[in-house]
């Protein structure tokens, strides 16, 4: 007959889930999906393999809850700017800026982990890479989207090309996680936005404006 001490000691190892969790996403933020073994997740997150794979799953189903927890805690600003501002140049400068202050925040993980995490990513992990490429498109075609209702309401030029455009700002985003992650502070990705909003094209008023100072006489009866 069992004894109450060995029945306590072959109890499973009780854990916190959400803090094993935010451990989780910190573990592959700074080191990528591939990188991560199951050994550093363990140490990491603080509990035996059998208990992670009892609470989470495998690696890969891990690693896609990890992914969603990361964009409700921390990767969903650039959506939401998107959505909330009035034009796609005022959604994509306040996501710019807010990515400036979210990539070298203190106490974090440099970067986007969404951005990061595919890197280095073995054909075994296709999909893997694959899942965090669609949701970097995802925000592109936010900004597509946003830049192509400015153009049909003539905030934006008619010959503005919109997915050029979008890529664009899709490749800034992309460039300040990783000089985040090579060292840049916010100071620096902050100079970046200034001189990438510079290539915008000029809104509806600013082209009135502009072309009141060439021709003060313009729309005067």
Known sequence: MAT?????????RSFDRETALEQAIRSFWEQGYEATSISDLTRTM????PSLYAAFGDKRA???EVVAEYGRLYGGFISRAVAEEP?????????LREA?????????????LVISAAQNTAPASAEVAESLREMRHANRRDFERAITADIASGELPADTDAAALAHYV?????????????GADRTMLEALVELAMKVWPKSAQERRKAQKKADPAAGTP
Do not use: H, N, W
């Not at 202050?101 to 974090?108: A, K, S």
């Open 4 to 12: 109450k001490e060995t029945k306590q000691r072959g109890r499973p």
């Open 46 to 49: 603080g509990i035996s393999a």
């Open 62 to 64: 891990l690693f896609d």
């Open 87 to 95: 034009t796609a140049r005022r959604g994509v400068e306040r996501a």
């Open 100 to 112: 400036a202050v979210e990539y070298t925040l203190p106490g974090r993980p440099r970067g986007c």
């Open 170 to 182: 899709a490749a800034v985003v992309q460039g300040m996680s990783q000089q985040a992650r090579d």
